[in-house]
T-cell receptor
Framework: NAGVMQNPRHLVRRRGQEARLRCSPM?????VYWYRQLPEEGLKFMVY????????ESGMPKERFSAEFPKEGPSILRIQQVVRGDSAAYFC????????????FGSGTRLTVV | RKEVEQDPGPFNVPEGATVAFNCTYS??????FFWYRQDCRKEPKLLMS???SGNEDGRFTAQLNRASQYISLLIRDSKLSDSATYLC????????????FGKGTSLLVTP
């Protein structure tokens, strides 16, 4: 049973480009969460999704950031017109429905904006 | 007040020592509590859940004090491999399964 799969592991973008980060949850998990970790900082909640639904996006910056979790395929975190301050590690986690025994995290995508 | 607060440390302890970390949380309605461990530049990994009655897993003991909104983690007989950042985690307000993470407490176990 594969764990949470994130790709790419490393992503380099120039300022103004778009970044697309992908996350495939563990098999049988229907809840996906995205977190951002800036250098030397803690994990900050961004968004919580279920299939085809955004449950809580209170941690998402108001502009340039969006997330989806379609019926088929991975969850996508999209950052438009990236800026240097977007450089961070982005972690995705998943959990099963109707359980709260903690999440399983993917290995993360390290985004560098140059 | 931050949702989850931890002393960042670092805690430098010799092998074999006992070390305790504390954490406070602001949401009195929180129902789920965890400790995670994060090694440098890696993903966080679940160490243990924290139950109201307190719970133990080998050398690790977690305690919850709901009245004081306080969580603790005790590590006995520290190993070099325990060196990591320990994250206190509490579920977010009104958001079911989504969790808030503290910034973490850094532990370095030395020979």
């Amino acid at each position: 049973n594969a764990g949470v799969m994130q790709n790419p592991r490393h992503l380099v973008r120039r300022r103004g480009q778009e970044a697309r980060l992908r996350c495939s949850p563990m098999k049988g998990h229907s809840h996906v969460y995205w977190y951002r970790q800036l250098p030397e900082e803690g994990l900050k909640f961004m968004v919580y999704l279920q299939k085809e639904n955004i449950i809580d996006e209170s941690g998402m910056p108001k502009e340039r950031f969006s997330a989806e979790f379609p019926k088929e395929g991975p969850s996508i975190l999209r950052i438009q017109q990236v800026v240097r301050g977007d450089s961070a590690a982005y972690f995705c986690a998943s959990s099963p429905e109707q359980e709260n025994y903690g999440y399983t995290f993917g290995s993360g995508t390290r985004l560098t904006v140059v | 007040r931050k949702e989850v607060e931890q002393d960042p440390g670092p805690f430098n302890v010799p092998e074999g020592a006992t070390v305790a970390f504390n954490c406070t949380y602001s949401n009195s309605a929180s129902q789920s509590f965890f400790w995670y461990r994060q090694d440098c530049r890696k993903e966080p990994k679940l160490l243990m859940s924290v139950y109201s009655s307190g719970n133990e897993d080998g050398r690790f003991t977690a305690q919850l004090n709901r009245a004081s909104q306080y969580i603790s983690l005790l590590i006995r007989d520290s190993k070099l491999s325990d060196s990591a950042t320990y994250l206190c985690v509490v579920n977010r307000r009104d958001s079911g399964y989504a969790l808030n993470f503290g910034k973490g407490t850094s532990l370095l176990v030395t020979p």
